[in-house]
C-alpha cells in the first residue's frame, strides 16, 4: 500500500481524496486544510485522520507520497518541504507563480530522485493522446497553426470574492482555464518560444483577467492563437478545443471527439480522405473507481504507478509544468508592456 | 418502476460523445416549451415515468405538469438531486460555506433558521436534509415514487466513505416523502456492496450498463456477475455508449441481463423514441 497525503480540500482536493480513498492500492493516511469546516465533515463521517498543519501530518503519518491540492500561492513551501521530508509529489495546477519558485522543487525533485507530477488532467484523456501521436506520426504533414480554445461559465457577475478572484493568489482566467490550454498545446505540438498581442480581458472581475487572447510564435516557424474565456454563459462546462493545422489535412479534438480531416486517404492509420472522427468510447480505458471524468482516476493511477516503479519520468512532470508558467509569465509580460 | 424511463440529458446538452451535438441540443432546447413538447411525443407513445435533475428548468417543466392535471394524470417524475454544475459553480464563485448558504435557505424563515444553526453546529446530516427539500421544492404536488442521488455526488461521498450520508439520505426520502431512495452511480458493483453493509437491502441503483463496458468502473464482467448474482434492483443507462451502440445490439445486450428492471434512455424526436421503445419491449419479451 503506498502511505499518502493531501493537503487542501477545495474542490479539486476533495476529488482527489475521494479517488485516493477509493484507490486499491492507496492508504490515505492524512488529510489537511485551514477551514475546520470541511475537515469537521470528514472527521465526523469519514474515516481518515484530519490535520489542520500540513507539517504536523507528514511528522506523524510517515508517508509515501504527498497531494498538494492547496492555493497556488502556497505550492513552493509545502512541496519543497515535502521533497525535503523524502516524499513523491502530486501537486495541482498551476504549478507556481514565479520562475524561481518552479526551478527550486523541480531541482529539488531531482536531487532527492522523487515522482513528481502536477494535475494537468487533460494529458490523461483519450482524444487529446490521439491527436498528440496522430501528428507526431506525420499523418497531417508538416504542421504551421495551431489554435488552442477554451471557454466555461465559471464568472458571470461582477463580483467574487475567492482566491479565484485574486491575482496575487493564482486566480484569474489566465492561470486557472489558460494554463489547461497552454500546457495541452505543449503536450500536443511542443511549447511556443515567443508571444505576442496578448490581451488579458477584464469582463467581470475588478482584479483578475476573465479572458485571454494571444498570438504564439515557435523557433521553428509554428504559429499559434490562444482563444480562452471564463465568462462565456454559453457553456455548460469548461470545454477546451485545440485545433492544428498541417500541410496535408488538420485535428480538431476535445475532450470527446477527435476529427481528422485528411486531403488525401491514410492507409497505415486506417483514415479515409476527408473527415474522420475518433470518439472518446474508443480511445477511453474503463478505471478501477470513476468520478467527474477518467482522466482524474487515470492521472492518480499513473503517479502511483510511477511511486511503486520508482519511476521519476512522468506523463505531468514539474518541468512540464514550468514550461506552461514559463509561458503564463510571457503572456502577463507583453500584455503588461502596452499597458 | 415501469420498463422504459425517459431520461432528460438531451435537454440539457448532456451529450457523452460529442461537445458540438451539445451545443446544437442547447440551442434547440433554449425553451421550456421544446422540452414539454418532447415529453408529450414520449407521453402519447405510452411512456410514463420521466427521470430528470434539479435543473432550473425542470421547475418550469413541473408548472406545466401541475396546470394540466387531466392530461398528465399518471406521469410520474424521478427527480436526480442535486444538478451538480450549479453547486460546482457556485462554490468556485463564492467558496464552499456561502455556496451552502445559498441554496439553503428558502423563503420561509424556519429553513433559514434551521440551515444557519446546522451551519454553526456543522450537522452536516441536517444540511444534506435541507438542501434535499430545498430541491424537492419544485416537485410539489407531483408523483415521484423514487428520488435519486445525482451520480457525481453519490460516488464522492462513496470515494470519501462518508456512507452515513446514504443512510440518512434513505431514510429522510422515505419518511418525508413517502418515496424509494435511488442511486445514481459509475461505480455500481462498489456502491452496491457498501449499501448492502449499510442495512439499505434491494436498492434502486441506476448505473450505465452497455455492450462496450463504457462508463462500467471495475469492469463490464464484474457488472455482470454483479447483476446475475446480486439482490436489487438496476436501472441501466448509457445504453446506447453514448451513440458508439447501434440501438438493435445496445438493447439486445441490456435486455439479455435479465435482472435488469428498467432502461432509461433519451431522444428527441418521435421516431427516436418510438424506434427505442418497440425495440426495448421487443426484446423484454
Known amino acids: 500500500m503506498v502511505k499518502t497525503g493531501l493537503v487542501g480540500l477545495g474542490k479539486m482536493g476533495i476529488s482527489h481524496c475521494a479517488i485516493l480513498n477509493a484507490h486499491p492500492v492507496v492508504d490515505l493516511v492524512g488529510v489537511c486544510d485551514s477551514s475546520k469546516f470541511i475537515l469537521a465533515a470528514l472527521e465526523k463521517h469519514g474515516k481518515m485522520n484530519c490535520f489542520t498543519d500540513y507539517k504536523q501530518m507528514i511528522r506523524q503519518s510517515d508517508l509515501d507520497c504527498i497531494f498538494v491540492a492547496a492555493p497556488t500561492r502556497f505550492h513552493a513551501d509545502m512541496v519543497c518541504y515535502s521533497l525535503e521530508k523524502g516524499l513523491h509529489v502530486f501537486v495541482e495546477k498551476p504549478f507556481c507563480l514565479n520562475s524561481n519558485e518552479g526551478k527550486k522543487m523541480i531541482d529539488l525533485a531531482l536531487i532527492h530522485n522523487k515522482v513528481n507530477q502536477v494535475g494537468y488532467h487533460n494529458r490523461f484523456i483519450g482524444t487529446f493522446n490521439e491527436a498528440k501521436r496522430i501528428i507526431a506520426r506525420g499523418v497531417i504533414g508538416d504542421i504551421y497553426h495551431v489554435l488552442g480554445e477554451a471557454f466555461g461559465p465559471v464568472v458571470l457577475k461582477e463580483k467574487g470574492s475567492t482566491w479565484r478572484s485574486h491575482k496575487s493568489e493564482g486566480g484569474g482566467c489566465l492561470y486557472d482555464y489558460a494554463s489547461h490550454v497552454i500546457n495541452l498545446i505543449q503536450f500536443i505540438v511542443g511549447t511556443p518560444n515567443q508571444v505576442a498581442g496578448t490581451v488579458l480581458k477584464n469582463i467581470y472581475s475588478q482584479d483578475v483577467d476573465d479572458a485571454v487572447y494571444a498570438t504564439l510564435f515557435y523557433n521553428n516557424g509554428l504559429s499559434g492563437q490562444l482563444s480562452v474565456n471564463w465568462s462565456d454563459e454559453s457553456y455548460r462546462k469548461m470545454s477546451t478545443q485545440i485545433t492544428v493545422m498541417g500541410k496535408k489535412g488538420k485535428v480538431v479534438v476535445d475532450a470527446t471527439e477527435c476529427k481528422i480531416y485528411l486531403r488525401q486517404e491514410n492507409k497505415i492509420e486506417g483514415l479515409e480522405k476527408g473527415w474522420n472522427i475518433r470518439y472518446i468510447t474508443d480511445l477511453t480505458k474503463s478505471v478501477d473507481f470513476y468520478l467527474r471524468g477518467e482522466e482524474y482516476s487515470a492521472q492518480i493511477d499513473h503517479f502511483i504507478d510511477c511511486v511503486l516503479k520508482g519511476k521519476t519520468e512522468n506523463v505531468s512532470s514539474f518541468e512540464s509544468a514550468f514550461e506552461t508558467d514559463r509561458v503564463v509569465e510571457m503572456l502577463v509580460a507583453d500584455a503588461y508592456s502596452r499597458k | ?285
Not at chain 2, 458540438?20 to 414539454?36: G, L, P, V, Y
Not at chain 2, 445496445?250 to 435479465?258: G, L, S
Open chain 2, 1 to 285: 418502476m415501469d420498463r422504459i424511463i425517459f431520461g432528460d440529458n438531451q435537454f440539457f446538452a448532456v451529450n457523452h460523445l460529442s461537445d458540438e451535438k451539445s451545443r446544437a441540443q442547447a440551442m434547440r432546447f433554449r425553451t421550456t416549451k421544446a422540452i414539454i413538447e418532447v415529453l408529450d411525443l414520449a407521453y402519447d407513445l405510452g411512456i410514463r415515468t420521466f427521470m430528470c435533475t434539479t435543473h432550473d428548468r425542470i421547475a418550469e417543466v413541473c408548472d406545466h405538469i401541475r396546470s394540466n392535471p387531466r392530461r398528465y394524470n399518471d406521469f410520474k417524475i424521478y427527480p436526480c438531486m442535486p444538478y451538480a454544475h450549479k453547486y460546482a459553480n457556485a462554490v468556485t464563485e463564492y467558496g464552499a460555506i456561502e455556496a451552502l448558504k445559498r441554496f439553503m435557505p428558502g423563503s420561509m424563515l424556519g429553513t433559514a433558521a434551521k440551515g444557519g444553526l446546522a451551519l454553526i453546529r456543522k450537522d452536516f446530516i441536517e444540511m444534506m436534509k435541507l438542501l434535499v427539500d430545498a430541491e424537492m421544492k419544485m416537485f410539489h404536488g407531483i408523483n415521484t415514487e423514487v428520488i435519486f442521488l445525482q451520480n457525481v455526488i453519490t460516488d464522492l461521498i462513496l470515494g470519501l466513505g462518508m456512507d452515513d450520508f446514504f443512510v440518512a439520505f434513505a431514510e429522510h426520502i422515505k419518511k418525508k416523502y413517502g418515496a424509494e431512495p435511488g442511486f445514481i452511480t459509475m461505480n455500481m458493483p462498489l456502491m452496491l456492496e457498501i449499501l448492502k453493509k449499510k442495512g439499505i437491502l434491494n436498492p434502486i441503483i441506476c448505473a450505465s450498463i452497455n455492450k462496450i463496458g463504457f462508463r462500467m468502473s471495475g469492469g463490464k464482467e464484474h457488472y455482470e456477475k454483479t447483476i446475475a448474482d446480486e439482490k436489487f434492483r438496476p436501472i441501466a443507462m448509457q445504453v446506447l455508449a453514448a451513440g458508439a451502440i447501434q440501438p438493435h445490439e445496445a438493447m439486445e445486450y441490456v435486455c439479455r441481463q435479465k435482472n435488469i428492471e428498467s432502461i432509461l434512455f433519451g431522444a428527441s424526436s418521435r421516431a427516436h423514441i418510438k424506434q427505442t421503445k418497440e425495440l426495448i419491449e421487443q426484446m423484454s419479451s
